[in-house]
């Protein structure tokens, strides 16, 4: 499973609220990477980091900011959480060698009410 | 964007049957992956495969990149085998660099006793 955890794995929230899910790896893995997945769309990329303090935007990033201060944890955060972010989030990480295929966590399922 | 298409999107099968599941892309890819997501929803890797034949047990996958497909093989279909299958590759054109996945819609797959 690459050893990614996620946390919470389940938030209800109100609208205009923040939020923050985590993604922690143990493998020390450069890549890292959140999407969301809604019913018809399969999953889509919310952003992406490539080693500490390195970001950049995904498909879907409006709405979305993302730290990454370590290289274990890369932090997603809902500045102002909206109906339409309710959704299931997937972190993943990208194998530094080989052939960089990619893994997911469990997800988070997040319910913004 | 680079375009991923799935068929079929839902498929039932008597268990002990043998299913084809089909993964059309739009450009060329340097990466392409298969998953299979269980109804607990955790993502499970099956394949990465951006070009030829592999097999695992009663899984194989063909992948013809010059023709711009890609083909999973269930052989002697199984109760567990049931949830959704889902395509995902990288584009050099479309963040392929950076090991951004694009998502097809994926394929349903329930099996029956």
């Known amino acids: 499973d690459a050893g990614i955890t996620q946390s919470p794995r389940h938030k209800v929230t109100e609208t205009g609220t923040p939020v923050t899910l985590r993604c922690h790896q143990t493998?020390?893995?450069?890549?890292m990477y959140w999407y969301r997945q809604d019913p018809g769309h399969g999953l889509r990329l919310i952003h992406y980091?490539?080693?500490?303090?390195?970001?950049d935007k995904g498909e879907v990033s409006d709405g979305y900011s993302v730290s990454r201060s370590k290289t274990e944890d890369f932090l997603l955060t809902l500045e102002s959480a909206t109906s339409s972010q309710t959704s299931v989030y997937f972190c993943?990480?990208?194998?530094?060698?080989?052939?960089?295929?990619?893994?997911f966590g469990p997800g988070t399922r997040l319910t913004v009410t | 964007g680079i375009q991923v298409e799935q068929s079929p999107p839902d498929l039932i099968l008597q268990e002990g049957a043998n299913s084809t599941l089909r993964c059309n892309f739009s450009?060329?890819?340097?990466?392409l992956q298969w998953f299979h997501q269980n109804p607990w929803g955790q993502l499970i890797n099956l394949f990465y495969?951006?070009?030829g034949t592999k097999q695992n047990g009663r899984l194989s996958a063909t992948t013809v990149a010059t023709e711009r497909y890609s083909l999973l093989y269930i052989s002697s279909s199984q109760t567990t085998d049931s949830g959704v299958y889902f395509c995902?590759?990288?584009?050099?054109?479309?963040?392929?660099?950076?090991?951004?996945?694009?998502f097809g819609k994926g394929t349903k797959l329930s099996v029956k006793p």
């Open positions: 450009d060329s890819v340097n990466n």
């Open positions: 493998e020390n893995h450069r890549y």
């Open positions: 980091s490539y080693g500490v303090k390195d970001t």
């Open positions: 495969i951006p070009s």
């Open positions: 993943a990480i990208r194998r530094d060698r080989g052939s960089g295929e990619q893994y």
């Open positions: 995902a590759v990288t584009s050099l054109n479309y963040g392929g660099s950076q090991g951004n996945l694009i």
